[in-house]
């Protein structure tokens, strides 16, 4: 469906994936520190950072990213449309 009705998949085209192993891995967002005058925002994060990373815990949290392990490339007109 998002193949179909999305300008961008439609001008710049698509690869569709059946994945069929995606641990989730962590997240994208924004920083966070302790300062002088209490709690003060650092940056915007645009690359993931681990579940595993020391300051995930001053991290709020925008966007899950999962971990892309085993998949395989489909057609989706090969794919049954959903019920």
Not at 5 to 31: E, Q
Request: aromatic letters at 8%; charged letters at 20%.
């Amino acid at each position: 469906m998002a193949a179909g009705r999305c300008p961008r998949l439609k001008s710049k085209g698509h690869v569709a994936l059946l994945a069929t192993r995606f641990p989730l891995y962590g997240v994208i967002g924004h920083a966070y520190q302790y300062g002088e005058n209490g709690i003060q925002a650092l940056s915007d994060m645009d690359s993931p950072i681990p579940y595993s990373h020391p300051q995930i815990g001053m991290f709020l949290a925008s966007q899950l990213v999962r971990e892309l392990r085993e998949y395989r490339v489909v057609n989706l007109d090969d794919l049954d449309p959903a019920a």
